[in-house]
């Protein structure tokens, strides 16, 4: 019996384009023969639009247009997201309740990238329900978009990496001139000013000068409420795949040479200016210590699943973790596939491994018994 698969994709969040391009090319690779594929697109809005088993290949995707229904807004279950049968009738139906029908949905594929979808906020929604997710949990997605709480965790566990400092918006806006201050006098120039609730590189500037902090906060607080500082680290950006559950394993190294300043949104999605190479030419002891720091993250963060770590090799050798990534680029073009592509590891296999970690841990869930008290 094929594995009912749900790819959740779009969603309320700057990197909606992003998602369905990623969603497109996730299920034109899914094997057909071992996967019945379902789209759910959720719109900018928050609606859950479920699609038709797919067959076949897809060519694009469309934003599809529907009817507006206020209880759309809010799914209480997974079996009562409003869906649309097909693009004649946009109508809200409800899916099948009964988990033994052949509409029933046995794993979904969160393809979600940046708020509203890899914080932990669907992951929440999808362990409520009992239903299997590929990808990491509440807890280690939240702390995966929170750049703070991340870069807190890392120096709890002892990883090495750059200097920074933290904002809120009504703490900068008492007084912005000593925020600045704070940032000369901890970090110096140049910095990188970014949300700390954003992915895909939105809403980062690099700031060479106090006259570039003011343009910067403001521009990063488009994003989040909450802020963060770094320092800049001269070196190479170096990255690693990891994947697994409580025994991850982790793929070659990559080094991306962006052709810009950094790599920015635009670098990454639209103008192509950056070269990829893969394998990184490193050293043995390089890989040894970026593997091992990849997988100490993993482990202090309690990631499952997938996660892409981002690393900075340092003109003098030293390796800078910089950060995680828990639902990277998953093109296959994208980096993380593409580690794992020279890693002997296919684009559809890597999908179906994913898919497995998935099952595997929900299983082990299942095993969890609660006593209640009388």
Same mark, same amino acid.
């Given at each position: 019996?094929k +594995?009912r698969v749900?790819?959740l994709?779009?969603? $309320?969040?700057?990197?909606?384009? /992003?998602?369905?391009? %990623?969603?497109m090319a996730v299920?034109?690779a899914m094997?057909?023969?071992k996967?019945?594929v379902?789209?759910?697109y959720? %719109?900018?809005e928050g609606?859950?639009i479920?699609?038709?088993?797919?067959t076949?290949?897809i060519t694009?995707v469309?934003?599809?247009?529907? *009817?507006s229904?206020?209880?759309?807004m809010?799914? !209480?279950?997974?079996?009562q997201?409003p !869906?649309?049968?097909?693009? $004649?009738?946009?109508?809200p139906?409800e899916?099948d309740a009964?988990?033994e029908s052949?509409?029933?949905i046995?794993v979904?594929f969160?393809?979600l990238?940046g708020p509203?979808?890899?914080? &932990?906020t669907?992951q929440?929604?999808?362990?409520?329900l009992?239903?299997?997710? /590929?990808?990491?949990g509440?807890?280690a997605?939240?702390? &995966?978009?929170?750049?703070v709480?991340?870069?807190?965790?890392f =120096?709890q =566990?002892g990883l090495r990496?750059?200097?920074y400092? =933290?904002?809120?918006?009504r703490?900068?806006s008492k007084?912005?001139e #000593?925020?600045?201050d704070?940032v000369e006098?901890?970090?110096?120039?140049?910095?990188?000013v970014?949300p700390a609730?954003a992915?895909?590189?939105v809403?980062i500037?690099?700031?060479?000068?106090?006259?570039?902090l003011k343009t910067?906060?403001?521009?990063?607080?488009?994003y989040?409420?909450?802020?963060?500082v770094?320092e800049a680290i001269?070196g190479?950006e170096?990255?690693?795949?990891?994947?697994?559950n409580?025994?991850?394993?982790?793929?070659? /190294?990559g080094?991306?040479?962006p052709?810009?300043e950094?790599?920015?949104?635009q670098?990454?999605?639209?103008d192509?200016n950056t070269?990829l190479?893969?394998?990184? *030419?490193? +050293?043995e002891?390089?890989?040894?210590?970026?593997?091992q720091? #990849?997988?100490? =993250?993993?482990k202090?963060?309690? @990631?499952s699943?997938? /996660?892409?770590?981002?690393?900075?090799?340092?003109?003098?050798?030293?390796?800078?973790?910089?950060?995680?990534?828990?639902?990277p680029g998953?093109t296959?073009?994208?980096?993380?596939?593409?580690?794992?592509?020279?890693? &002997? !590891?296919?684009?559809p296999? @890597?999908?179906e491994?994913l898919i497995?970690?998935?099952?595997?841990?929900h299983?082990e869930? *299942?095993?969890?018994?609660?006593?209640?008290?009388k």
């Open positions: 019996m +594995t749900g790819i994709y779009g969603g $309320k969040s700057p990197e909606h384009n /992003v998602s369905l391009s %990623t969603a299920m034109n094997d057909k023969n996967f019945d379902i789209p759910i959720i %719109t900018t609606q859950w479920k699609g038709e088993r797919l076949g290949t694009e469309k934003q599809l247009q529907f *009817q229904d206020a209880k759309a809010i799914p !209480v279950a997974l079996n997201v !869906v649309l049968a097909d693009d $004649k009738n946009q109508h139906s899916m009964n988990k052949e509409t029933a046995d979904i969160p393809l990238h509203n979808g890899e914080d &932990g669907v929440g929604l999808l362990e409520i009992n239903v299997p997710y /590929v990808g990491n509440v807890l997605s939240a702390v &995966g978009m929170d750049k709480v991340m870069k807190n965790l =120096a =566990a990496q750059a200097k400092v =933290a904002f809120t918006k703490d900068w007084d912005e #000593a925020a600045y704070q006098r901890k970090l110096g120039y140049p910095c990188f970014k609730n992915g895909s590189s809403g500037t690099k700031c060479k000068q106090r006259a570039d910067a906060f403001i521009e990063a607080f488009k989040d409420r909450k802020i963060i770094e001269v190479r170096i990255e690693i795949g990891v994947i697994g409580d025994e991850p394993i982790c793929s070659v /190294v080094e991306i040479i052709k810009k950094f790599y920015d949104y670098a990454k999605y639209e192509g070269e190479i893969i394998p990184a *030419q490193v +050293t002891e390089q890989y040894e210590t970026i593997k720091m #990849a997988i100490t =993250a993993f202090a963060l309690d @990631l699943g997938l /996660v892409r770590a981002d690393f900075f090799l340092a003109e003098d050798g030293t390796v800078y973790i910089n950060e995680i990534n828990t639902m998953f296959p073009y994208s980096m993380f596939p593409l580690l794992w592509k020279h890693s &002997g !590891v296919s684009y296999e @890597l999908i491994r497995q970690l998935a099952i595997e841990r299983e869930k *299942q095993t969890i018994t609660y006593t209640f008290e």
